[in-house]
């Protein structure tokens, strides 16, 4: 793995996220723990250099990201745009989607993180 995940430093606070989902990614992990959703392994709380993502799956170098209200000002648009582009400069590929969609269509949710997936 490269040596920008999971750096020590960050090992404490990826603990207390892990501990602590909230509602939303509570739902979410229960479809993909476990090698789910076409036996890929996700991660929780899976640190990049300096950010924590919600979920991201190693093999496909995937990560999903749950926005909740504050996601939706100027300045979580402008933080957001700027994790996005530095995860893609890791060739880290970042999908996003509204908390409320894991309640109302998760099984939409689930399709659109499938279709993500490189073929193998």
């Known amino acids: 793995m490269d040596n920008y995940h999971n750096l020590p430093q960050k090992k404490e606070i ?20 476990g090698g789910q959703l076409t036996g890929r392994k996700f991660r929780r709380q899976h640190s990049a250099g300096a950010y924590i993502l919600d979920f991201y799956c190693p093999e496909e170098r995937l ?12 300045s979580g648009n402008q933080h957001d745009a700027a994790r996005t582009a530095y995860l893609n ?32």
Do not use: C, M
């Not at 109302?104 to 993500?116: G, N």
């Open 14 to 33: 990826r603990r207390t996220l892990r501990n602590t989902l909230t509602p939303a990614e509570a739902t979410l992990w229960k479809a993909l723990k």
């Open 63 to 74: 990560a999903i990201e749950l926005d909740g209200a504050g996601h939706y000002t100027v």
């Open 89 to 120: 400069t890791l060739g880290i590929r970042v999908i996003r989607f509204e908390n409320k969609l894991i309640w109302s269509a998760l099984e939409s949710v689930l399709q659109t993180i499938e279709s993500k997936f490189h073929l193998i």
